[in-house]
């Protein structure tokens, strides 16, 4: 019996209470799928579910009553052992061993498919991340968020939900300044500016562009030259990289777009129509406190200029129109005072404040001999997405930024994620994928295969505890698309390989010397292969690969 199942077993018998007049509740309070988790301690069963405390106010009766009503339905199911009430009202439910061992067959089965749901059917996200300014290598922030980001859509995807991934292309304004006098000085032969930018990356752009315009210091505006083809050089070596970790947009949308079309002054001259910007000081104010933030923020500069928000505002207004119903930001850590500026924003512009997110992310620091790593070789000044994938890998390096929580800083040891042990928590999880792969094989040598399942014969402890951390995956995914968590995908990953690993080291799926092959060897060669599924599901989502030999 699988977690849905068991959940939509438990819908009818509450439908079924309701008809037959044991309970009273309100058609509107049914719902029409009940939500089982996994105990914490696996001696309170192998499934739990607190819908009595839910729907105890609506029907107006004590939660126990409820759950007194449903143990005694549940308990006539086909498959459930017992059931028995916790506390105000909770229902552990235990399957018999018959039961809970058919989750094997069901992931074999279900295949790429399992743990995904339609959950997020419907929901269009236009998932921002990265948008690093075109103006050097990506940092390390900006290689957690393609990590994460990447990781975060592919698990939106298994729920269900249409995702485009966007990258904001900042193409306008004073950093674009910086970087093409970087370049101008770098080509003269000069030191680079002193709030201009530094690394042997400079040079090499400089280098470039002039051997691809011999003549270029001699044009009338050198630096609006190297500008342009300088952005456009910086942003193909930083989609190169982003594609060699595994990560592809959907959209690069160009911030100077914004202003070159209009966008922006159409939008402002809408804000001031509705009394939602005000003159103050020779500047434009958004009157963004009435919409909750902590205070009123400067549109146009007493210059005439505009301030960033003006193409926020734009940019956000543009992502509506094209369709999207949930704008989910990616920002680094020194953008705290986006997440209430973008909502007044979408407020006052007379939207759903809750159409946007922002997801903040906190410092990652490399380690290297137990020091800090704390420069580049090529871009001078940080560490990039570059060094950390030439020290440790693509899979290494994605898979450690994205199991953990992405609101807390990092320390990143770059001498366990070169070690082949089991301190390295990617090749713990991989080293679990390929072991399936390797059992798989010896099964096929030893002529033992998924001819039969007898679910009951799955009685050994450790059976047990697989199945369980198996059968919380579609869960997991659940809980990591609520979130906004795909951490949670990585840890639940390395649970299920240690629950394999205990596992390996108890059963035997092929018989020893002269045995004859049962069905327990068959059954089991099913529930190793589920194992092996599932790791590999849950690599995908995180975009790291799952070997069949290690």
Known sequence: MTPEELSAAITTCLKDAVDAGELSVPVEALPTEVKVDRPKSREHGDWATNIALQLAKPAGVPPRKIAEVLSTRLAQIPGVSTVDIAGPGFLNIILDAAAAGELAKAIVE???????????????????FVSANPTGPIHLGGTRWAAVGDSLARIFQSQGADVTREYYFNDHGNQIDKFARSLLASAKGE?????????????????????????????????????????????????????????????????????????????????????????????????STDYGDDKDRVVIKSDGNAAYIAGDIAYFKNKRDRGFDLCIYMLGADHH????????????????????????????????????????????????MEDLVEVVGTDAARYSLARFSSDSNIDIDLDVLTKKSNENPVFYVQYAHARTRAVGRNAAAADVERTSFDAATLTHATESELLAVLGQYPGVLNQAASFREPHRVARHLEVIAGAYHRWYDACRVTPMGEEAITDTNRTRLWLNDAVGQVLANGLSLLGVSAPERM
């Open 110 to 128: 279900a295949g790429e498919s399992f743990g995904t749901t339609a959950a997020m059917a419907g929901t269009k996200i236009n998932l921002e």
């Open 191 to 287: 030191a680079a500016p002193e709030d201009g930018y530094g690394g042997d990356y400079i040079e090499d752009i400089a280098k470039e562009v002039m051997a691809n315009n011999p003549g270029i210091l001699d044009s009338a505006d050198p630096q609006e030259e190297f500008r342009a083809q300088g952005v456009e050089l910086m942003f193909a070596a930083i989609r190169a990289s982003l594609h060699e970790f595994g990560v592809d947009f959907d959209v690069y949308f160009h911030e100077n777009s914004l202003f070159e079309n209009g966008a922006v002054e159409k939008l402002l001259d809408q804000l001031k129509g509705s009394g939602n910007m005000y003159l103050k000081d020779g500047a434009w104010w958004l009157n």
């Open 337 to 384: 005072g986006y997440v209430a500026r973008l909502k007044a924003a979408a407020a006052a512009m007379g939207d759903d404040a809750n159409r946007v997110e922002v997801l903040i992310g906190q410092m990652v620091n490399l380690v290297q001999d137990g020091k800090p790593v704390r420069m580049s070789k090529r871009a001078g000044t940080v560490v990039t």
